[in-house]
């Protein structure tokens, strides 16, 4: 089993649908074959995607490094990164692409 993720980097959207897309562009890349599924991989970088929920304020993508290497493969357009978070502070989030480990639920009040 893999190490968790750390740390990912914050993507803001305007509206869910575009986070929602590009997340889903993103995918499909890592998913196409040899290339894309190279950033699948157990290794330090490999790719972790979550994508904020309604509950979240504003429409959000978590990328690990190795996404954020993956979307760059792939030149897909994404927004500058708005800041660096824990992966704690992405707890809820639906996770897109990633292991069991990676999954964070929602802290219990």
């Given at each position: 089993?893999?190490?968790p993720v750390e740390h990912f980097a914050v993507f803001r959207f305007s509206t869910?649908?575009?986070a929602t897309t590009m997340g889903s562009r993103l995918?499909?890349?890592l998913t196409s074959g040899p290339v894309g599924g190279a950033f699948l991989l157990d290794t330090p970088r490999r790719a972790v995607i979550k994508l904020g929920t309604p509950a979240f304020r504003?429409?959000?993508l978590y990328l690990s490094e190795?996404?954020?290497a993956a979307a760059?493969?792939?030149g897909l357009p994404l927004p500058p990164a708005s800041a660096m978070v824990s992966a704690a502070d992405t707890a809820g989030a639906n996770l897109l692409?990633?292991?069991a480990i990676d999954y964070l639920p929602p802290a219990q009040s």
């Open positions: 089993m893999p190490n869910p649908l575009e995918m499909a890349f504003e429409p959000v190795g996404a954020v760059r493969q792939a692409v990633g292991d």
